[in-house]
C-alpha cells in the first residue's frame, strides 16, 4: 500500500512541475489569442463599413474609435476599481451585444450604436490586457498580445473576404461571428486564469464581479510563485495616488506616446487618404478598389510581421522616435505617388514597410515601458500609454477625409463626389451641370 501511495505522490509531483513548466507557455498563446479575438471585431466592422452606412464610411470609422478614446482616457482613474475578471465578463457582454444590435439594427443610427459598443469593448481589453500582463511574464506576454492583434489585421479581412465571396449577407456574417465572445471568456478563465492582483485587491472590495471573496485561480497564484510576493505592484501604489498625480505620471510617458501618436496618425492618413485616392489609373474607379484593397491587406502582413518578431530588436527609445520619423517621410512618400502618379503595383513593398514601422513601434513601445519603468507602475503606464495611438488614429481619420478630397481634386477623379472638396468644388458643380444638360437634351 505504501509503495502504491509513494508512486501516487510522485506522478503528482510531477505533474505539478509539469504544469509550473508549461504555465509560461500558456500564458503566451493565452494573450496572443485574446489579443486577435479583441481586435478581429475592430476590423470586420470596419471592413464592413459600407454595409453599416454607405453614404459615410469615414464615420464608420470614427465611431469605431471615438469610445475607444474615451476609455483609455478614463481607465487610469477607474480600472483599479474593477477587477480584471469583471472587466473580461463585461466584455464577453459587449462584444455579443454589438454584433447583434449591428446585424439587426433597422437603421443606420441604431448600426452604429452596435459599432460604438463595438468599439467600447475594444478599448476596455486592449487597455486592461496591456496593464495585466505586467501580472505575468511582461515582455513575452506583450509580444504575443501585439502578434495576435497584428494577425487580427489579416484574419478580419480574410473573415470579410470569404463571406462576400460566398455571396453571404452581413447578417449571416455577424452572427456566425458570435463564437468570439464565447472564445474570448473561454481563453481568459480556462487557459490563462485572473491575474493574482485581483485577489488582492479583492480585500478593497472592488467591484470583483462575484459574491464571495475574489479568487484568482490557485495554480496562478503559486505558478507566478516569487513573482508574487516580488511584483512591487503588490503594495498597490498606484491605487493611493490621487487623480493629479495619475495625470502627473501619464504625462511623464511622453517618450513612449509621441512615437505611438506619430506613427499611428502617418499611417492611417496614409491608408484612409492616399491609398483612397490611387489605382492605377486613379480616374478608374475599380481600379482605386483593387488598390485600396491589396494595399490594406499587404500592410496587416506588415503588421503581422512586425508585431511578433519587433521586440527582439527594439533595445531603445532611439529605435521608437525613428521608427516615428520614418513613418513621417512615407506620409510624403505617398504623397507624392497620389499626386505625381510615378508607381504601379511594386508600390505595395512600401505599403508593406508601412506595417512593419506601426506594428514595431507599438510593441517596441510596451516592451519598453515593461522594461524601463518602476514595476510599481507598470500596470499604470501600459494601460496609459495606449491612448497615443488611438489619438493618432483619430486624428489620421480627420486628416484622411481632407486628404482625399485634395488627391481627387488635383487628379480630376470625377467618377466619386468626395465629402471634402478642398477648393475643388467647381469641378463636380461643372460635372453635374453637363450631366443636367445631358439629360435634357434626351428627353
Same mark, same amino acid.
Given at each position: 500500500?505504501?509503495?502504491h501511495?509513494?508512486?501516487?505522490?510522485?506522478?503528482?509531483?510531477?505533474?505539478?512541475a509539469?504544469?509550473?513548466?508549461?504555465?509560461?507557455?500558456?500564458?503566451?498563446?493565452?494573450?496572443?489569442?485574446?489579443?486577435?479575438?479583441?481586435?478581429?471585431?475592430?476590423?470586420?466592422?470596419?471592413?464592413?463599413?459600407?454595409?453599416?452606412?454607405?453614404?459615410?464610411?469615414?464615420?464608420?470609422y470614427?465611431?469605431?474609435?471615438?469610445?475607444?478614446?474615451?476609455?483609455?482616457?478614463?481607465?487610469?482613474?477607474?480600472?483599479?476599481?474593477?477587477s480584471?475578471?469583471?472587466?473580461?465578463?463585461?466584455?464577453?457582454?459587449?462584444?455579443?451585444?454589438?454584433l447583434?444590435?449591428?446585424?439587426?439594427?433597422? +437603421?443606420? =443610427?441604431?448600426?452604429?450604436? &452596435?459599432? *460604438?459598443?463595438?468599439?467600447? /469593448?475594444?478599448?476596455? #481589453?486592449? %487597455?486592461?490586457?496591456?496593464?495585466?500582463?505586467?501580472?505575468?511574464?511582461?515582455?513575452?506576454?506583450?509580444?504575443?498580445w +501585439?502578434? =495576435?492583434?497584428?494577425?487580427? &489585421?489579416? *484574419?478580419?479581412?480574410?473573415? /470579410?473576404?470569404?463571406? #462576400?465571396? %460566398?455571396?453571404?449577407?452581413f447578417?449571416?456574417?455577424?452572427?456566425?461571428?458570435?463564437?468570439?465572445?464565447?472564445?474570448? +471568456?473561454?481563453?481568459?478563465?480556462?487557459?490563462?486564469?485572473?491575474?493574482?492582483?485581483?485577489?488582492?485587491?479583492?480585500?478593497?472590495?472592488?467591484?470583483?464581479?462575484d459574491?464571495?471573496?475574489?479568487?484568482s485561480?490557485?495554480?496562478?497564484?503559486?505558478?507566478?510563485?516569487?513573482?508574487?510576493?516580488?511584483?512591487?505592484?503588490s503594495?498597490?501604489?498606484?491605487?493611493?495616488?490621487?487623480?493629479?498625480?495619475?495625470?502627473?505620471?501619464?504625462?511623464?510617458?511622453?517618450?513612449?506616446?509621441v512615437?505611438?501618436?506619430?506613427?499611428?496618425?502617418?499611417?492611417?492618413?496614409?491608408?484612409?487618404?492616399?491609398?483612397?485616392a490611387?489605382?492605377?489609373p486613379?480616374?478608374?474607379?475599380?481600379?482605386?478598389?483593387?488598390?485600396?484593397?491589396?494595399?490594406?491587406?499587404?500592410?496587416?502582413?506588415?503588421?503581422?510581421?512586425?508585431?511578433?518578431?519587433?521586440?527582439?530588436?527594439?533595445?531603445?527609445?532611439?529605435?521608437?522616435?525613428?521608427?516615428?520619423?520614418?513613418?513621417?517621410?512615407?506620409?510624403?512618400?505617398?504623397?507624392?505617388?497620389?499626386?505625381?502618379?510615378?508607381?504601379?503595383?511594386?508600390?505595395?513593398?512600401?505599403?508593406?514597410?508601412?506595417?512593419?514601422?506601426?506594428?514595431?513601434?507599438?510593441?517596441?513601445?510596451?516592451?519598453?515601458?515593461?522594461?524601463?519603468?518602476?514595476?510599481?507602475?507598470?500596470?499604470?503606464?501600459?494601460?496609459?500609454?495606449?491612448?497615443?495611438?488611438?489619438?493618432g488614429?483619430?486624428?489620421?481619420?480627420?486628416?484622411?477625409?481632407?486628404?482625399?478630397?485634395?488627391?481627387?481634386?488635383?487628379?480630376?477623379?470625377?467618377?466619386?463626389?468626395?465629402?471634402?472638396?478642398?477648393?475643388?468644388?467647381e469641378?463636380?458643380?461643372?460635372?453635374?451641370?453637363?450631366?443636367?444638360?445631358?439629360?435634357?437634351?434626351?428627353?
Amino acid at each position: 500500500v505504501s509503495s502504491h501511495l509513494y508512486s501516487f505522490i510522485a506522478s503528482c509531483i510531477r505533474a505539478a512541475a509539469m504544469k509550473d513548466r508549461l504555465r509560461p507557455y500558456r500564458n503566451i498563446i493565452a494573450f496572443w489569442i485574446l489579443g486577435l479575438l479583441n481586435n478581429f471585431l475592430y476590423v470586420v466592422m470596419n471592413a464592413g463599413a459600407e454595409n453599416i452606412n454607405e453614404a459615410g464610411i469615414a464615420l464608420v470609422y470614427l465611431v469605431n474609435v471615438l469610445p475607444t478614446l474615451l476609455v483609455k482616457l478614463t481607465g487610469p482613474y477607474w480600472f483599479h476599481y474593477v477587477s480584471y475578471r469583471c472587466r473580461i465578463n463585461f466584455n464577453s457582454a459587449l462584444m455579443a451585444l454589438c454584433l447583434v444590435i449591428v446585424a439587426w439594427g433597422q +437603421s443606420t =443610427g441604431v448600426k452604429l450604436l &452596435g459599432v *460604438a459598443i463595438c468599439s467600447l /469593448a475594444s478599448g476596455i #481589453g486592449e %487597455a486592461s490586457l496591456l496593464a495585466m500582463a505586467s501580472f505575468y511574464e511582461a515582455k513575452p506576454c506583450l509580444a504575443a498580445w +501585439s502578434s =495576435g492583434t497584428g494577425f487580427a &489585421g489579416i *484574419a478580419g479581412y480574410a473573415w /470579410a473576404l470569404a463571406f #462576400g465571396a %460566398a455571396d453571404t449577407c452581413f447578417q449571416v456574417q455577424l452572427m456566425v461571428a458570435l463564437w468570439i465572445p464565447i472564445a474570448w +471568456s473561454l481563453t481568459f478563465f480556462y487557459i490563462l486564469g485572473p491575474p493574482w492582483i485581483d485577489k488582492e485587491r479583492g480585500a478593497d472590495k472592488i467591484v470583483a464581479c462575484d459574491d464571495g471573496e475574489i479568487s484568482s485561480s490557485e495554480s496562478v497564484a503559486s505558478d507566478m510563485g516569487s513573482d508574487t510576493t516580488e511584483h512591487s505592484a503588490s503594495e498597490l501604489v498606484t491605487a493611493q495616488l490621487s487623480s493629479k498625480e495619475r495625470f502627473c505620471f501619464i504625462l511623464g510617458l511622453w517618450p513612449y506616446m509621441v512615437p505611438l501618436f506619430l506613427v499611428y496618425t502617418a499611417e492611417y492618413t496614409i491608408q484612409a487618404g492616399f491609398w483612397a485616392a490611387m489605382g492605377f489609373p486613379v480616374t478608374n474607379r475599380a481600379s482605386r478598389h483593387a488598390w485600396y484593397k491589396w494595399a490594406n491587406f499587404t500592410y496587416q502582413i506588415g503588421v503581422f510581421i512586425s508585431r511578433t518578431s519587433f521586440v527582439l530588436i527594439c533595445k531603445n527609445r532611439k529605435l521608437l522616435w525613428l521608427g516615428g520619423v520614418l513613418q513621417l517621410l512615407m506620409v510624403g512618400f505617398f504623397a507624392a505617388a497620389a499626386t505625381k502618379p510615378f508607381g504601379s503595383w511594386w508600390l505595395l513593398a512600401p505599403a508593406l514597410f508601412v506595417g512593419f514601422l506601426g506594428g514595431g513601434v507599438y510593441v517596441g513601445a510596451y516592451s519598453l515601458i515593461a522594461q524601463e519603468q518602476d514595476p510599481a507602475y507598470v500596470e499604470l503606464a501600459l494601460s496609459s500609454a495606449s491612448v497615443a495611438d488611438t489619438f493618432g488614429i483619430i486624428v489620421a481619420d480627420i486628416l484622411g477625409l481632407i486628404v482625399q478630397g485634395c488627391v481627387f481634386g488635383h487628379m480630376e477623379v470625377l467618377d466619386t463626389s468626395p465629402d471634402f472638396k478642398c477648393g475643388y468644388d467647381e469641378i463636380w458643380s461643372h460635372l453635374n451641370r453637363n450631366l443636367q444638360r445631358g439629360r435634357c437634351r434626351n428627353r
